[in-house]
């Protein structure tokens, strides 16, 4: 059973607030929303490029791009327990198998068909998945990608079967917008240009002596404290 640690102080501390309770797994009070126009697969960005492909095998490598990002968050994003990636990306794999199975067949055969020999086609698709699955490798937008990856799996495990080609084409965009890194979005947490920075001290050895005692003569009028900062009387 997955453990909801958190949740309840979550709930609490909004409740105290007066703000509506954070659903579980939601890292921010306001998230980015990174919804976008559905996609076809031939995009840029989207998925890896399948030069001369049809309608039929983009939408296949559509899918099985949604499949390899979603097995990514499987793997990547096991610090969230809430997120539950894994079991619904277990789920997808049950319930979509003829789906997902028929998209790699597809594939398959589009590498076979372009490339100049049986070795070449299996040594291009290997490459594909290869680059299919580095293009969902985040640091920085873990968090985003992890959440957004949650919702879609979620939905994924129930969308009838024969429909995960259609949720590919409505959530990938989406889905590679998450990839991009954002914090908070309900509260700035950035410091304004117009504030001044913060004065150091000057730290040389020149400017003490063995009493580090301050020597104007040598280094001028001490900068520190700042102005309004007072030191404790010795």
Sequence with gaps: MTEWRGVGAAIALAAATGMAAPAAAQFFLKPKDMTGAPVKGDEPGIAIPLPGATAAERRAGLVWT????????????????????????????????????AAFDSLSRYYARTAKTKAAGQTALDQYGTRTYSSFATVAAQRNFCETAHGIARDAVFTPRGGFGDLAEARMRELRNSLTPYGEQLFPRYIPLSIAPTPVP???????????????????????????IGIAAR
């Design 202 to 228: 000057r730290l040389e050895a020149i400017c003490w002596n063995k009493k580090g005692e301050w020597q104007p003569k040598k280094c001028g009028s001490q900068n520190w404290p700042p102005a309004g």
């Design 66 to 101: 949604m499949r390899a990002a979603l097995n990514v968050a499987a793997l990547q994003c096991q610090f969230e327990p809430t997120l539950t990636t894994v079991r619904s990306y277990n789920g997808i794999l049950l319930d979509h198998e003829a789906e997902l199975k």
